[in-house]
């Protein structure tokens, strides 16, 4: 289970989808721009990524999230490969913190499959310390006479920060 915090607009997303593709490459026995890779077949590749409504069906976006999330629960295997990205952020922190971390021990307790959990509940990085299969780690990042610097790049342990006000700034807000 890898457990990423990071910056916004840091690559989180991008990484976890980078992911799904190398395995799909692999699988499909294609060439991986990789020096070295060791992957497993999977039976099935559950991604949560992203926000949308449903407004043909009457579901907002966080309804969409749940109803998502519950069907990649409910259908993972221990042979599955999934990412979640964002769980709970369509609530309030109380709640998206309690979901994030039940669906996080869910996996890890019950389904035992490899996990990528993008996650900006910096709590999280906390509570799963030295928890048997996590792995705390980040999106590179540097800060520079007051700016930030995006690196794009995943290293070892949890960032300490989102920096959505840095982010918000270089976003011209």
């Known amino acids: 289970v890898l457990l990423i915090t990071g910056p916004n ?13 190398a395995i799909i490459l692999a699988q499909l026995g294609c060439y991986l721009p990789a020096l070295e890779a060791t992957l497993t077949v999977f039976d099935q590749i559950f991604t949560r ?9 009457d579901q907002s976006t966080f309804a ?5 999330t519950a ?4 259908y993972s295997t221990s042979d599955s490969f999934v990412v979640l990205d964002e769980l709970g ?18 996996f890890i307790n019950k389904i035992k499959c ?12 906390q509570q799963f310390q030295g928890v048997g299969p996590v792995k705390n ?10 700016k930030l610097l995006l ?19 270089m976003c011209g807000l």
Do not use: W
Request: with cysteine.
């Open 137 to 146: 780690v980040s999106m590179k990042y540097l800060i520079t006479e007051n």
């Open 64 to 68: 969409v999230e749940l109803s998502e």
């Open 9 to 21: 607009a840091s690559g989180k997303s991008t990484f976890a989808r980078m992911c799904c593709v």
């Open 89 to 106: 952020r369509g609530t309030s922190t109380f709640d998206g913190i309690s979901i994030a971390t039940s669906v996080l021990e869910y």
């Open 151 to 169: 690196q794009h790049e995943l290293i070892d342990g949890p960032c300490p920060s989102s920096f959505g006000c840095q982010v918000a700034r």
């Open 49 to 57: 990524i992203g926000a949308g409504d449903r407004l043909f069906s």
């Open 71 to 74: 069907r990649l629960v409910k």
């Open 114 to 125: 490899p996990l990528v959990f993008c996650t900006h509940y910096h709590i999280l990085t």
